[in-house]
């Protein structure tokens, strides 16, 4: 079946507009790497720079257009015979070379920042346009501040443009300040009354001050636009442009009411955010459309249960198609038996129906009171589990005073054979302090040969695993304990040791009870 969709042409600026935010300056090397990877991707059109700005960026417009094969290079110029030449000559070895010159439109502007009249920017336009014409066969003409300009004298701009050879005629939303009826409207309008508009593509523009760039952009195609103007992640001038991955999957996804096509390889567009993210130093917000971290991930149960069932309950593109290998089903507070169970077979580890409901309760106490719950936390609860599930002695509850002033006191209470007892004690430091607790608890005669502590993952709210060996005689015993709160896990893997030596028949002498 013939594709009646129309080709949407992707003009990227990561490398201009993008670079115009504070802090994302790239070196040429990394603006080679990004320009090779868009080129890759299927992007039409790269704006590699603003050659006047400066020589570093005049650098990286020519050595991007010598090198790159398939993309149009385009070179940013003021409505200056000096920016349009140096742009002209930093596109000279392009492949497909464009000098994109753009002057503002707007009342605003023309009285404050260019100090002209609107007939002696006319003049300019078709000047300038005429001389960048001189120099390369395309031509993109932007009328800055076009959303703010009145529309009878935009109309005479973009003719003016047209008149004087521009190919491309782009009508910005530099300030971010357009609604989609607005821009949509503007481009309908543009179109309908300047003589010669279908001699020129119209391209949208636009900035995210409102957070509507892209539906202002998508409203620009329904106003007749053909080609977009955006960035990886959305980086630009103060709060961004429309990001290109999100325009690009929302036209992908949507085919039903978006007819078009883009030639994106979808499957790029991770990799490319990441690039972009770590040449620009910017990073991408977790919740980012297409490419955040959280993009694909489900933490709620109601939600994992959805996903485990059929992916599309709750996700409308695959990650697959955006570059990402899977969908992650996060473990936290919000999930439910189904994702917890479908995470333990993922771990290879299989479970009783009474240990997995035993397990899934203290994993819910632990996502209470810590942030991520990591693969190796659900590990290490089932292993704790499993390995103290017939232990004569259990950690009831521990309270431990510590601190600069002293004594550091712990008070604990444990069950023993079915009854429980409770100890106060000090000691030189709290772990001190536990270790005598549970000593005038569980009198014993062995020796502690090694304590150390690690972090089963990172973050301050990681949970700290125990290790404890003791000796009893000439058998030593080693055992682990692991909680968010280094105490308890100190306590609990001094008891899994003594509980190691009384299953073995070590003798140990209970103060309070019978355990021999
Ligand atoms: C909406 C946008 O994103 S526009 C692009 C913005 N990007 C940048 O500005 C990044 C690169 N810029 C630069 O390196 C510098 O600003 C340069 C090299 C372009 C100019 O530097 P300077 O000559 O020192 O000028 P300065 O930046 O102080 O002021 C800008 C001048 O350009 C003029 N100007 C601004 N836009 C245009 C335009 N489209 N056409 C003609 N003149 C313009 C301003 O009126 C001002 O002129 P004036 O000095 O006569 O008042
Ligand atoms: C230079 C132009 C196209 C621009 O970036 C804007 O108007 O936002
Ligand atoms: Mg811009």
């Known amino acids: 079946m013939a594709n009646t969709k129309d080709r949407v042409v992707i003009f990227d600026t990561t490398l201009r507009d993008g670079e115009q935010c504070p802090g994302a300056t790239m070196t040429l090397d990394e603006k080679l790497a990004v320009a090779e990877l868009l080129d890759g991707m299927g992007v039409d059109i790269i704006e590699a720079g603003f050659p006047i700005a400066s020589n570093g960026d005049f650098e990286a417009v020519s050595e991007i257009a010598r090198r790159t ?25 392009a492949q497909r070379g464009r000098i994109h010159t753009f002057v503002s439109t707007s009342a605003i502007h023309l009285a404050h920042q260019m100090r002209k009249t609107q007939d002696e920017v006319i003049e300019i336009i078709l000047k300038t346009v005429a001389q960048a014409r001189d120099l390369v066969e395309d031509v993109e003409w932007s009328a800055m501040d076009a959303t703010r300009t009145d529309i009878d004298y935009l109309c005479r701009c973009v003719e003016a443009a047209i008149r004087a050879g521009a190919t491309t005629i782009n009508l910005p939303d530099t300030v971010g300040y357009a609604t989609p009826q607005e821009y949509g409207a503007m481009f309908r309008a543009v179109r309908e009354r300047v003589p010669d508009a279908d001699k020129a593509i119209f391209s949208v523009h636009c900035h995210d001050d409102l957070g509507l760039a892209v539906a202002n952009s998508l409203a620009g195609l329904e106003g007749g636009a053909r080609q977009i103007e955006c960035t990886v992640n959305g980086i630009g001038e103060r709060a961004g442009n429309a990001a290109l991955e999100e325009i690009v999957m929302a036209i992908r996804t949507r085919a039903d009411v978006m007819p078009y096509d883009t030639g994106i390889d979808t499957t790029m567009l991770t990799r490319a955010s990441k690039l972009v993210s770590h040449a620009a130093n910017f990073p991408v917000q977790y919740n980012k459309a297409i490419v955040g971290r959280n ?34 089903l996060v473990m936290g507070k919000h999930s439910g038996r189904a994702a917890f169970k479908s995470k333990l077979a993922e771990l290879g580890i299989s479970l009783s129906d009474n240990q997995m409901q ?24 089932v292993d704790q ?5 017939h232990d004569r002695i259990k950690l009831v509850s521990l309270s431990v005073i510590a601190g600069t002033r002293g004594p550091q006191r712990a008070t604990m209470k444990i069950e023993m054979d079915g009854r429980t007892f409770t100890e106060e004690a000090d ?23 090694l304590y150390q502590v ?14 404890v060996r003791l000796k009893a005689g000439e058998r030593s015993v080693t055992a682990r304990g692991a909680d968010p709160d280094t105490l308890v896990a100190s306590a609990k893997a001094y008891l899994s040791a003594l509980n190691k030596l009384s299953a073995v028949s070590v003798r140990l002498h209970a103060q309070h009870a019978a355990v021999v």
């Not at 109601?302 to 599309?312: N, P």
């Not at 942030?371 to 659900?378: Q, S, W």
């Not at 030189?428 to 502690?448: K, Y």
């Open 427 to 449: 000691g030189n430091g709290p772990v001190d302090a536990v270790f005598n607790a549970i000593h005038a608890m569980v009198p014993h005669d062995t020796v502690l040969e």
């Open 69 to 93: 094969k398939r993309a149009t290079v385009a070179g940013l110029a003021r409505a200056i015979p000096a920016d349009i030449a140096r742009a002209g000559e930093a596109v000279r070895h």
């Open 385 to 389: 589990n499993l390995a103290t599930a």
């Open 358 to 381: 035993d397990v899934f309760e203290r994993f819910k106490d632990l996502a209470d009171r810590k942030k991520h719950v990591y693969d190796e936390d659900i590990e290490a609860l």
């Open 454 to 467: 690690h972090a089963v993952t990172e973050g301050t709210d990681a949970q700290a695993e125990v290790s």
């Open 295 to 328: 993009a694909f991930a489900h933490e709620s149960g109601i939600h994992q249960d959805g996903m485990l069932k059929h992916s599309e309950t709750y996700e409308i593109m695959t990650p697959a198609s955006v570059g990402l290998a899977k969908t992650s």
